[in-house]
């Protein structure tokens, strides 16, 4: 069975600070993975994604993550924050079934 | 707005009351998924379809629960004699099924229905 863990439940930053939120999955098999956002009073929304090739891929808003296959980690990156990056993240895997596996969620937020 | 949407967003019922919840997903997307989030949670899966086959159901949908999608548009989740422990967030998401036949389709969510059960 694939599951996903997100350790990192709350993280508090100040405007132009580093982000990283930390992703690790576990499944042995070929895995596609996801990043999406949740900002307040709103839906899922997809933020990056991996299939396949280069394992650093870039999203929306600045944001990047990088696929690490011998660590099972697909860790979220922003080298600068902003206020309007306060919102709910999950990680998500797709591996051997159809549905999506998700994470319990990091809370970001972000100090003007 | 071309995404998917879900009705009600909110409905407050009494426990052992049914409830039906609607999603209609992205026009030409031929894959829709149900999923529920509780408070401080990820979404768990609950069923999937593709066009109008129920492909896959998960242990949490109990007998109470079922899922239909007439003629592969909409989908509807009922839930029979609700239970306090039912009070989540459901969530629709649809994807399309990609050329080659692979897993590589991304799913789009809706903004929820939150059912409160008293």
């Known amino acids: 069975a694939q599951s996903v863990s997100q350790h990192n439940h709350h993280v508090i930053l100040s405007e132009a600070a580093s982000l990283e939120l930390g992703c690790n999955y576990s499944y042995g098999g070929t895995v596609n993975l996801f990043w999406y956002v949740q900002y307040p009073g709103q839906h899922l929304q997809l933020l990056l994604k991996y299939f396949s090739g280069d394992p650093l891929v870039k999203g929306i808003k600045g944001f990047e993550a990088e696929f690490i296959k011998s660590k099972f980690s697909f860790n979220l990156r922003k080298p600068s924050v902003q206020w309007s990056d306060t919102a709910e993240y999950f990680c998500?895997?797709?591996?051997?079934?159809?549905?999506?596996?998700f994470g319990s969620g990091t809370q970001l937020t972000v100090l003007p | 707005d071309t995404g998917v949407s879900q009705n009600p967003r909110h409905k407050i019922t009494k426990r052992g009351q049914n409830v039906t919840f609607r999603c209609d997903p992205i026009s030409e997307h031929n894959r829709l998924y149900w999923y529920r989030q509780t408070l401080g949670q990820g979404p768990e899966f609950l069923t999937y379809?593709?066009?109008?086959?129920?492909?896959?159901k998960s242990r949490l949908l109990s007998d109470r629960f079922s899922a239909e999608r007439p003629k592969g548009s909409f989908s509807t989740l009922e839930i029979q004699r609700t239970e306090q422990g039912d009070s989540a967030m459901y969530l629709c998401?649809?994807?399309?099924?990609?050329?080659?036949?692979?897993?590589?389709?991304?799913?789009?969510f809706g903004p929820g229905t939150r059912l409160t059960v008293l």
């Open positions: 998401a649809s994807s399309l099924k990609g050329t080659s036949g692979g897993r590589t389709d991304t799913q789009y």
């Open positions: 998500a895997v797709h591996g051997s079934a159809r549905q999506l596996t």
């Open positions: 379809f593709q066009n109008e086959a129920q492909l896959e």
